[in-house]
């Protein structure tokens, strides 16, 4: 053999349109040379160990390798077959999740022994193998099962405390040095690996790298600009060094960390434009350049003076390399989007703010008719470009986003907006006194199943820090944004389902129909279409732990940041409330006053309370709840106010009118008055006169009064008589009325069958004669038996028995003494005509009865 140079063994790049963006790799000396070392180690069956600086392309040229390792194996002529298994250690990762990771992705061959299935080979690559943390007493229970897997090929079942041998498997890692949040690994792992360090990637390097793409999709989607490619390229690179050297991470700008994957997630962003629509310029391109790097770098920037800097250094940048000088201004408001034409949806420049406030507002008015929970939002500057940020970012292929800022700046709303623009599912988590890991894991295996079912269409999961019951929360999230997959999170019969769901998408993409190769493309599915939005605030020391502890939420994310709410938001904000309550508060006319006045106010409180925390170091956050709450209160006071004015008004109003009716009536009065006194006068007179007149009746009326009490006095002797008389008869009648009510009541039950028995006697008994006759005689009849048998016979008779006029028998002396003749005989009694007849029992009680009423 002989040696070359490694400039012979590197492969030519060529560029194809279409390509995904995170299947593109331009070989360099550098990663030639690695992986030159890589395949030869790893088809020796050595463990190994890279490790470098973040963002050197440790993690993407051990992937590529990896999966170049896979395809070849899958050759028909392959000597050896490769799986691939990978696992992102972060600082909560536990020994739990190292088990996981070879249960779940090896075979069970048999009781005590796991494997990759026969032919073929396990690899576990270990990503952040360093970042798990330090016990108290100096062990990394997550490292030190790995050395046991390494050491004694295999570990104990935590469940039945037997011993699991794992066969035909390796381990290949990669780590960054100690510090920020990563941790020396014991040497008594490292001495079974073969380490090797990779440096830091030349300028030249990276301008290989990112020419050849970009010149590539210039050639085939605007040839006219490909010359410019260089320039832009080398620009990128220049400023890139630059932010990495001076931006810092600090304390308060722990996210300021810079890598490879920047400046790649900038040019992803180029490419998402149709270039032959679009780039029909210089001008266009290099507006798309400058936007595409403000949305990387310069979103994540917390402040004003940073901000500057970076605009400052990115104008120097297009003088120097592109030998353009522009006004900051007019390239600092530059806003992409495909939301503008819904037709071609295509990724293209809005020039016109008032057009695009307008687009949002229709997306938001069909958002607040498509969903029972509206939206009120303001689209001021700031919001459209919080908003056109968040849907750039969902948009791309593993777009996830990382918006920090605190409570009630809009980063859910913003998000929920953007998602519906894409036409995109949005989830979120509903957080309950018993939500645990468990029901986290159930809800994330939920979303990967969806994102299977719907065959790749994109959902949003969005995630803010108030929902972080357990940080193991966000193992799973770090798991997902680097990987695309969560250790052992689905059971067997869950993986099989997943494999019948996504095997015809695999097939269609043109892979193999193998178990891991359709897990692959699961993987691939949730990485490209699960849009991980997470809404943190930066208050306190939780954002920069997470940070330190969990890389892959600044490394695999589009970092936004809020900031304070500007003079024009501020206004919009308030003279949106202030216009919705005019109607019923009324003050239209001091709108904009009331406007301006509660953004003065807002800002002046936010002055003294960094004033506050400069004097006493203790933070005051004013938010813009607090804003939204002030203005609240001040319409609610108002309202409050204007009622109890309106209150005192209408009295006020009423006491007036009531005054003026009353002044009304007075001087009525006093007109009466005037034009009565002649009458009154007169009057006066009259009543003179009348009261001599009166003076002589008095007298007369004395005289008068003497002769009338005589009188009463002989009225009452009457009275008193009459009363004793009256009584009398109240005695008689109250003892004849009974008797008169029983002969009534007897008369009642007479029918004509009881008067036909008596009418019937020819002879008629003696007692019953004696009885007619006197019925007779009260009648005025003749008293005969005969006239008596016609008396009965009337159809009328019972009747006028009932109707009798009895108030005359007391006038009637003759009658009532004759009747007497009748009455005075010892058998005229109910109880001895009773014997003989019973319709001459009720007539002789009748009589009776008429003899005492009379």
């Known amino acids: 053999g002989c040696f070359e140079h490694i400039e012979q063994r590197v492969q030519p790049f060529t560029y194809t349109p279409g390509m995904p963006f995170f299947s593109i790799l331009v070989p360099t000396t550098e990663s030639t040379s690695q992986f030159i070392t890589l395949d030869a180690l790893t088809r020796n069956g050595t463990n190994v160990l ?48 190292v088990v996981d990771i070879f249960e779940t992705r090896l075979d069970r061959k048999r009781k005590n022994l796991l494997g990759p299935p026969a032919g073929s080979k396990m690899i576990v690559f270990v990503d952040d193998i360093n970042m798990p943390l330090v016990e108290v007493y100096g062990a990394q229970p997550p490292i030190e099962l790995l050395r046991q897997v390494v050491d004694y090929k295999g570990f104990y079942d935590r469940r039945k405390l037997f011993w699991k041998n794992v066969a035909d498997t390796q381990i290949i890692a990669a780590c960054g040095p100690p510090g920020g949040g990563r941790n020396a690994v014991t040497p008594r792992l490292l001495r079974h690996f073969c380490m090797q360090w990779i440096p830091d990637i030349s300028k030249d390097a990276m301008i290989l790298i990112f020419d050849s793409i970009l010149n590539g999709w210039l050639m085939a989607q605007a040839p006219h600009l490909a010359e410019m490619s260089n320039a832009i390229v080398r620009a990128t690179v220049d400023a890139f060094f630059d932010i990495s050297r001076d931006l810092l991470p600090t304390p308060l700008k722990s996210h300021y960390t810079f890598n490879l994957r920047d400046p790649a997630k900038m040019l992803q962003g180029m490419l998402m434009v149709d270039g032959e629509k679009v780039l029909t310029g210089k001008d266009e391109l290099l507006e798309l350049w400058l936007h595409e790097a403000t949305r990387q770098f310069r979103d994540r920037l917390i402040d004003d003076v940073d901000r500057e800097w970076f605009d400052e250094l990115f104008n120097k940048k297009l003088s120097e390399f592109c030998g353009v000088s522009w006004e900051i201004p007019r390239w600092r408001e530059l806003m992409f989007g495909d939301y503008m034409d819904r037709a071609a949806n295509a990724y293209t420049e809005c020039h016109d703010p008032e057009k695009l406030s307008r687009a949002f507002q229709e997306y938001l008015d069909e958002y607040n008719m498509t969903y029972p929970s509206t939206m009120n939002l303001i689209f001021f500057s700031d919001a459209r470009a919080h908003l056109s940020r968040v849907a750039r970012v969902i948009r791309q292929p593993r777009g996830n986003a990382l918006l920090v800022g605190v409570s009630g700046v809009g980063r ?28 986290f894991k159930e809800d994330i295996k939920s979303m990967m199943l969806n994102v299977a079912k719907s065959s790749g269409k994109g959902l949003v999961f969005l995630f803010s820090d108030t929902q972080i019951v357990k940080e193991s929360f966000l193992e799973c999230i770090n798991n997902i944004l680097n990987t695309g997959e969560v250790p052992n999170l689905f059971a067997a019969d869950e993986v099989e389902q997943i494999i019948g769901l996504v095997r015809p998408l695999a097939k269609a993409a043109g892979k193999q129909d193998s178990r ?59 003279e949106r409330n202030y216009k919705d309550a005019d109607k019923s508060l009324g003050i239209d006319n001091y709108v904009g006053s009331l406007s301006t006045m509660s953004g003065v106010i807002h800002s002046s409180v936010t002055s003294m309370a960094e004033n506050f925390f400069s004097t006493l170091r203790r933070r005051t956050y004013i938010t813009p709840t607090s804003y939204l709450e002030l203005i609240k209160l001040f319409l609610s006071l108002l309202e409050e106010l204007q009622g109890v004015l309106t209150a005192r008004l209408k009295r006020y109003t009423v006491g007036v009118d009531k ?33 001599e007149q009166v003076t002589r009746d008095e007298a007369d009326a004395q005289e008068k009064k003497l002769a009338c009490a005589e009188d009463e006095k002989a009225a009452s002797a009457a009275a008193a008589e009459a009363n004793a008389i009256k009584t009398d008869c109240q005695a008689d009648l109250d003892e004849a009325m009974p008797a008169y009510h029983s002969a009534m009541k007897s008369l009642e039950s007479l029918d004509k069958k009881d008067i036909q028995e008596a009418k019937s006697f020819t002879k008629p008994p003696a007692l019953v004669e004696v009885v007619l006759k006197a019925v007779c005689l009260l009648l005025g009849k003749k008293e005969t038996w005969d006239d008596a048998k016609k008396v009965m016979g009337d159809m009328g008779f019972l009747q006028s028995l009932k109707s009798y006029d009895k108030d005359s028998l007391a006038s009637n002396q003759k009658l009532t003494a004759k009747l007497q003749t009748y009455i005075s005989r010892d058998d005229f009694n109910a109880e001895s005509v009773s014997r003989v007849s019973k319709a001459a029992t009720s007539l002789c009680m009748w009589v009776i009865a008429m003899d005492v009423y009379g």
């Open 659 to 691: 005054l003026n009716q009353t002044n009304a009536i007075v001087d009525k009065l006093k007109q009466d008055l005037t034009e009565m006194q002649p009458v009154l006068k007169k009057a006066s007179e009259d009543t003179a006169t009348l009261m």
């Open 50 to 97: 890279f490790s470098g600086e973040t963002g050197v392309g440790k993690s993407v040229g051990i992937t590529a390798f990896l999966d170049n390792l896979v395809r070849e194996g899958e050759q028909a002529d392959a000597a050896m077959k490769f799986t691939v298994a990978t696992a992102n250690f972060s600082a909560q990762t536990s020994s739990g999740n």
């Open 516 to 574: 891991d190769v359709i897990w692959s493309h699961f993987v691939h599915l949730v990485r490209e279409s699960l849009h991980i939005v997470l809404a943190f605030s930066p208050v306190g020391e939780a954002f920069r732990a997470r940070c330190r502890q969990f890389p892959s939420l600044i490394n695999c994310c589009t970092i936004d940041w809020f900031m304070p709410w500007p003079k024009d938001a501020l206004y919009s904000v308030a």
């Open 412 to 439: 859910k709303s913003v998000t929920r907006m953007a998602a519906f623009m894409a036409e995109y599912s949005l989830v979120t988590i509903e957080i309950t006194r018993s939500y645990d890991s468990v029901a």
